[in-house]
């Protein structure tokens, strides 16, 4: 059976890593031509769960943790939903994780027999577009069958059920549309237009005028000790095991470069087979060139079609075919030999060459990537070490790395970029941090690079005399002490301005507030962020802190309505997405507890016990 040309089937999820579409150009031909395997394909492959879940299939004689309207759930899929919960939401109990797990599976089952049984069948033209969307030829879709153990009809079947779902719950989604009153409404609100005064009453007079003396700052500095101390440090040695580091050699290095490239071009496809037959003789004699044909296909006086390759790396083009004739062409300008294809009879024109220009070091890297599972499997030896208390020498005999140290290491050190991941921070500097000559949890801290290390002396905080941090402690002392006269006078302010213009403006000059009158706009169009701000709260005077330590006082002095229609675009189709998920989740919370209350459950215990 002839390949299918379309995309490379990935080992991702495709909610996540869509392939890059094909040239526009290709793709209609791609329609005419290939229609003699579309059903075939169809029954062989299928694709993975796009709605709700990665779809489960339930093997003879497995063990299963519910069964609902009869269907049955596979203990399998539980353990993945288990795992997915506690990766995500790793602070809930073991009872809570068990709980959200099993209805998680049942209300999954729900949907999907709901939305079967609406009777919506998923077309068979609908299907194989799916099916080329994902899958690069007929046997990746034998190969990836096999691997899991699914028979084509079940795998076909599960996509046609997840993609029913899908359909299903958009329609109900849809339902009211963009003509929903609701909508309209929220729109409208986002395009809400306001008008304020602003009154900024500073700080800093107010600092500059604390009066302070020795004594309340040797108070203020005994209460706050932890702030004027010295910070915690931690000596660490570590080493870093990292793929790039594995031995690669000139060939590997070769290979990796030539995989580096990317190529484009162009192609003809002649329909009838004695002109292409004739046409790629006399472009090889000189005769005639890529060009002339390329003309007369555009003029319609040659049968067929023509289009751009658009640039790919090597295996990653729009056919196997068309991938191998570009990539053994020598130069731009070069024409393949004549291809019979599935398209047809083919000729390729070799244009841009894209070398990439990837350094030695990226260079090292992608070549030593074929060294993926040696890596993976010394990665795991010293995982293995370092949680069974192994040291550093033992995990670097593992991966044939070097041990390195860094010194009086802080929470704000940037002595190297992977300090400041979270995991490495909670272990060096946590509640639980790392106790002396321990080796801690080892963290990625790249793809295919994992650090272990182990604190080797660490520092706690000491304090400060307070002679050498008393200029802070003035100022910390001065700041705290306006804070409260700053919030007493906003509050003065505010009352002024609820009951007088007159009292108001009497105060704002008392207090040195600069004033600002800010015209209408709604919170897209304003380009005050603290009026941004302001558009959180509903009260007609309210105020804020400023970034810089200031009060900012606002009164509210006039609200519009404003027209959706003028809001930027990006603005609207952000607010459509947002409005249709809140909408959506709504549906799928209703609709999940009504289905919930009228079916039939029943959860194997003994085996959520295990």
């Known amino acids: 059976m002839p390949a299918i040309a379309g995309k490379k089937m990935r080992r991702y999820n495709p909610r ?15 329609e005419k031509k290939t229609n003699r395997i579309t059903y075939l394909l169809v029954i062989i492959a299928g694709i993975g769960m796009l709605f709700i879940g990665v779809p489960y299939f339930n093997h003879g004689g497995e063990t299963n943790i519910a069964t609902v309207n009869g269907q049955e759930v596979p203990l399998r899929a ?67 069958l096999k691997s899991r153990g699914i028979s084509a009809e079940t795998y076909q079947q599960s996509v046609r059920s997840d993609q029913s779902i899908a359909s299903y ?37 107010i600092a500059a005028a604390i009066n302070v003396n020795d004594s309340a700052l040797q108070k203020h500095y005994e209460a706050h000790g932890e702030r004027y101390a010295t910070p915690e440090t931690v000596d660490i040695n570590y080493t870093i095991y990292d793929i790039a580091d594995l031995p690669v050699s000139d060939e590997q290095i070769a290979k990796a470069r030539a995989a580096s490239e990317r190529r484009g071009g162009r192609y003809l496809i002649i329909d009838d087979a004695k002109a292409a037959s004739d046409a790629a ?16 296909i555009q003029n319609k006086t040659l049968a067929g079609e023509s289009g751009e390759l658009a640039l790919a790396a090597k295996g990653k083009g729009t056919s196997p075919e ?39 070091e990226e260079l090292r890297r992608l070549a030593a990537s074929e060294n993926e599972t040696a890596y993976t499997e010394h990665a795991n030896q010293a995982f293995d070490a370092a949680q ?90 001065r700041n705290e002490q306006a804070n409260t006269t700053l919030h007493e006078r906003g509050d003065a302010l505010k009352q002024a301005l609820a009951e007088s213009p007159e009292k108001a403006a009497a105060l704002a ?38 970034p810089d330590g200031d009060l900012l006082v606002a009164r509210l002095d006039s609200v519009r309505d404003g027209d959706p229609a003028q809001l930027p675009e990006p603005v609207r189709q952000t607010l459509t997405q947002a409005w249709q998920m809140q909408a959506i ?26």
């Not at 849809?174 to 009153?181: K, R, V, Y």
């Not at 030999?337 to 841009?352: C, F, M, Q």
């Open 16 to 30: 996540l890593h869509l392939p890059t579409e094909p040239a526009p150009m290709l793709e209609d031909i791609r």
């Open 78 to 144: 539980y353990q993945e939903q288990y795992r997915d919960i506690q990766q995500q939401q790793p602070d809930l109990s073991e009872t809570d994780l068990k709980q959200r797990a099993v209805r998680s599976l049942v209300e999954r089952t729900l949907f999907q027999q709901q939305a079967l049984n609406s009777r919506y069948r998923l077309p068979d033209s609908a299907l194989y577009r799916i099916i080329k969307e994902q899958f690069g030829n007929d046997e990746n879709y034998q190969q990836w």
């Open 169 to 205: 719950y958009s329609a109900l989604q849809a339902a009211g549309g963009e003509n929903n009153p609701l909508y309209q409404h929220y729109l409208q609100s986002a395009a809400q237009e306001r008008g304020y005064t602003l009154y900024t009453i500073p700080r800093a007079p």
């Open 281 to 296: 003789a006399a472009i090889k004699d000189g005769r005639k060139t890529f060009a002339d044909y390329w003309q007369d």
């Open 322 to 360: 068309l991938d191998e004739a570009l990539f053994a062409l020598a130069k731009p300008g070069d024409v393949s030999p004549l291809i019979d294809s599935e398209y047809g009879k083919i000729l390729v024109e070799l244009g841009n060459i894209e070398t990439g220009n990837r350094s030695d």
């Open 388 to 477: 069974n208390g192994k040291g550093l020498a033992a995990i670097t005999g593992i991966t044939g790395g070097q041990t390195q140290s860094l010194s009086a290491i802080t929470a704000d050190s940037d002595a190297a970029p992977w300090l400041h991941e979270p995991k490495i921070q909670a272990q060096l500097f946590g509640a639980q941090a790392l106790p002396d000559n321990k080796v801690g949890e080892p963290v990625e801290i790249g793809p295919q690079r994992t650090l272990f290390f182990t604190v080797s002396k660490r520092e706690k905080p000491q304090p400060r005399p307070f002679a050498d941090v008393r200029a802070q402690v003035e100022t910390d002392y």
């Open 509 to 546: 000059s008392e207090y040195q507030a600069k004033s600002e009158t800010v015209a209408p706009a709604n919170r897209y169009t304003t380009q005050n962020p603290l009026v941004l701000e302001l558009f959180n709260q509903s009260a007609r005077i309210s105020s804020l802190d400023t």
């Open 585 to 610: 989740s709504g549906v799928y919370k209703s609709m999940g507890d009504w289905l919930y209350r009228q079916a039939k459950i029943s959860v194997n215990e003994e085996a959520l016990q295990r």
